[in-house]
């Protein structure tokens, strides 16, 4: 083993075991030493033995037996014999020297509830779970819909059944549900900037960009189109922050009942944290019409590697839901589903978000402080709720040049731009400026690194 290469001690091992069972060096039937010796013999952890061997178990070099442990498995009956030894690639090699991400999707890994979680991952592995095993019902897990109309009920003012939601594997992978339970003459119309991904998905060439201001999605100008179906994000608009006004609310409610067509689709991805005021009622709660679909995940308030995410669909759509989707299987690990449920069921979601909200409010007052105290000149928005901010720059470079001389002293920030679906021509460079991720000890040290590589002096 060579400690002092670029090459990964895993993929060193990894390697030289292997290139040995192909020369024949190790005979087949040969017991491999045990993780915890062969790290010992090595001075090296036991997770690297662990890697290895998982790979060479993956690519049937070697086999598992339980409490015995590994042997050489009979080369001569695997289908493929790799002849030359291949680099592993390195994975996210563009991400390794980044020093700080003020990526406004980061959240604060430090303060996840790992024991909690833990126990209810081990109790539902450890019961004979079998039925778990099989395809569970396609809307989602009907403990986890469960638990959701209710915390929807006491946190956001909605009234729904489990039955009208629906659980997926993401926004990207929910909304184009949506979009074609509502496909048949149907002109959608979107937030201008607003949320990137829903260009790419399937509105790309037809999408209506509607304009936003300090009050939130502009109405008067969504009336002027022929859009019928309109995506926005009424409680924290994206990227903005901005709040849509009762005013804009009530007139949006009007828009869509005067046909019979029209619906809104509200993401409400973070109403959970607000830190001045009462929560923003949701749009769906004051709904009479039946013309909002209701949309969220539990990428900020849990973990974004979760990847579970759902919507509550108006009665009216729930027939043509089932006729259009009674083949789809859900997009979330069953296991998954009812570790949520549990969590959610005995209180612990509700404690973390209430967690969540005070670190987060702290890391909050701490980034705008320094901006407020040593670079007055930087404008701040959208600081009333969310997990980032908006900071407008007087200077004269571009976004994008900003942005690389940002990245080439190690710091990653996204230019407003990059989530427009129509050219706004802003006065000042602005970014959007995510501290979820950020420690709360180095957002000094990362705001100070970020405005002397621009040349902001304090």
């Given at each position: 083993?060579?400690?002092?290469?670029?090459?990964?001690?895993?993929?060193?091992?990894?390697?030289?075991?292997?290139?040995?069972?192909?020369?024949?060096?190790?005979?087949?039937?040969?017991?491999l030493p045990s993780?915890?010796?062969?790290?010992?013999?090595?001075?090296?952890?036991?997770?690297?033995?662990?890697?290895?061997?998982?790979?060479?178990?993956?690519?049937?070099?070697?086999?598992?037996?339980?409490?015995?442990?590994?042997?050489?498995?009979?080369?001569?009956?695997?289908?493929?014999?790799?002849?030359?030894?291949v680099e592993l690639p390195v994975e996210h090699a563009e991400n390794q020297n980044i020093q700080f991400d003020f990526h406004p999707g980061k959240v604060d890994t430090d303060s996840f509830p790992f024991p909690v979680w833990r126990k209810y991952a081990k109790n539902l592995y450890d019961l004979p779970s079998k039925e778990l095993l099989q395809n569970g019902e396609p809307q989602g897990e009907y403990t986890l819909r469960t638990e959701i109309a209710k915390y929807l009920y006491q946190s956001r003012g909605i009234v729904c059944k489990p039955e009208q939601i629906v659980i997926g594997s993401g926004t990207e992978q929910l909304l184009p549900m949506i979009l074609r339970l509502l496909e048949n003459d149907s002109n959608f119309a979107l937030e201008n900037p607003g949320y990137s991904a829903i260009p790419r998905i399937q509105l790309q060439n037809k999408a209506i960009p509607i304009p936003v201001d300090e009050d939130g999605l502009i109405v008067d100008e969504l009336e002027k189109t022929n859009a019928n179906v309109v995506y926005i994000?009424?409680?924290?608009?994206f990227p903005t922050g901005a709040v849509l006004s009762a005013t804009r609310r009530t007139q949006l409610m009007h828009w869509a009942a005067k046909l019979e067509n029209r619906y809104i689709i509200e993401d409400d991805y973070d109403s959970e944290f607000r830190y001045t005021g009462k929560p923003i009622p949701a749009l769906q709660g004051m709904d009479q019409n039946d013309k909002v679909i209701y949309l969220s995940t539990f990428t900020k308030s849990l973990m974004p590697s979760l990847r579970v995410a759902y919507f509550v669909l108006p009665s009216t759509l729930l027939k043509k839901y089932k006729e259009t989707f009674s083949y789809y299987s859900a997009t979330v690990p069953r296991?998954?589903?009812?570790?949520?449920a549990s969590f959610m069921r005995d209180g612990y979601f509700s404690k973390h978000l209430n967690r969540m909200r005070k670190i987060y409010r702290k890391k909050l007052d701490k980034l705008t402080h320094i901006f407020h105290t040593d670079y007055p000149e930087v404008i701040i928005t959208g600081d009333q709720a969310g997990m980032h901010i908006l900071i407008s720059l007087p200077l004269q470079k571009s976004e994008k040049e900003l942005q690389t001389i940002?990245?080439?002293?190690?710091?990653?920030?996204?230019?407003?731009?990059?989530?427009?679906?129509?050219?706004?021509?802003?006065?000042?460079?602005?970014?959007?400026?995510?501290?979820g991720g950020i420690p709360f000890e180095k957002i000094e040290e990362g705001i100070h690194q970020l405005m002397q590589c621009w040349g902001i002096a304090r």
């Open positions: 083993m060579n400690k002092n290469t670029t090459k990964p001690l895993y993929e060193q091992l990894y390697i030289g075991i292997k290139t040995a069972i192909l020369r024949q060096q190790i005979e087949v039937g040969t017991k993780k915890k010796k062969l790290a010992e013999f090595l001075n090296i952890s036991q997770t690297t033995i662990e890697v290895s061997y998982a790979q060479l178990i993956a690519e049937g070099f070697i086999v598992s037996k339980p409490r015995i442990g590994y042997f050489v498995e009979d080369i001569n009956e695997l289908p493929y014999i790799e002849t030359e030894q994000t009424p409680s924290h608009q296991f998954d589903q009812h570790i949520v940002a990245a080439e002293s190690s710091i990653a920030i996204y230019p407003v731009t990059d989530y427009l679906l129509k050219p706004i021509e802003y006065k000042y460079p602005t970014f959007l400026l995510g501290f």
